[in-house]
């Protein structure tokens, strides 16, 4: 059931036209994709990633002139975030916040400084009221702990009935 879910979901979220435009001073211009990843690809990836872990991870390719050249979906169930907040130290070194993806089976490092508008993941995280920036609870893992209670009350019932339908007693 989970799977038909979040295919049904995801390839509806894809399936929705999208226009690109490209910015201009005195008019918007139509334009194509720009990567070489397709965007329906990458947004029904992203899609059944938010339904079952609650983030989705977009790694941004770039040039030494951190031209982006291409964007490449990254699995959520590889992937650890860590946000360090800005601090100064005693001698008033300032260091500014930060968020770390670890991509845990290679141990490759991407690094997101929102103070200074530098970015090498595009992060994707479901709302947790509890804080703002690591992803919340996923739709599935809430439906799997439904869905174990259904399926622990049923099998209750039917051992109950092959017991002999009697109480237990001592």
Known sequence: LIFRAVTL???SVASV????YKANTKKDIETEWMFR???SNLIWKATASMCLTGSAFWERVQNDYAKPQNVLYRNPYSMNVEYEAPKTDYNGNYTPQYIRFTQNP???QWVNFPEA???QMVYFADFDPANDVTNGVGNTEVALTN???LRYMDRFAAKFFEGGAMPVTF
Do not use: T
Not at 17 to 20: A, H
């Open 9 to 11: 979901i995801a390839n």
């Open 17 to 20: 036209p999208v226009k690109f």
């Open 37 to 39: 990843e397709g965007f």
């Open 106 to 108: 290679s141990g490759v």
């Open 117 to 119: 508008n530098r970015y």
């Open 147 to 149: 869905a174990a209670l």
